[in-house]
């Protein structure tokens, strides 16, 4: 069993920033893929590192704005999320992937445990 929590969320202003932490424990996480998601009108991928932290993968509406890095020591991965548009308002999902495939994906089939979630609100 794995439990993820995610933190950072908040209000931000349209062009500001906000950093997400998602915090494992339970089984090992240093050896898992790790991806974000969010959820506004529909549940969408945004971003996927590999176990080692070497990989990554956004999406296209974030890509150049958004960081995904993870800190295996400390059992979390990171979203630093910078210049913030209205549209990426959404509930913000952490998942797990324990599968053994060598691509790191974005179907959120491909990931076995979810976080409960954290709210980004960014005003115009």
């Known amino acids: 069993q794995v439990q993820l929590v995610e933190s950072g969320g908040g209000l931000v202003q349209a062009g500001g920033s906000l950093r997400l932490s998602c915090a494992a424990s339970g089984r090992t996480f240093s050896t898992q893929a790790m991806g974000w998601f969010r959820h506004g009108k529909e549940r969408a991928f945004v971003a996927a590192i590999s176990w080692s932290g070497g990989s990554t993968y956004y999406a296209d509406s974030v890509k150049g704005r958004f960081t995904i890095s993870r800190d295996n020591a400390k059992n979390t991965v990171y979203l630093q999320m910078n210049s913030l548009k209205p549209e990426d308002t959404a509930v913000y999902f952490c998942?797990?992937?324990?599968?053994?495939?060598?691509?790191?994906?974005?179907?959120?089939?491909?990931?076995?445990?979810w976080g409960q979630g954290t709210q980004v609100t960014v005003s115009s």
């Open positions: 998942a797990a992937d324990f599968s053994s495939r060598l691509i790191l994906t974005s179907d959120p089939l491909g990931y076995d445990y």
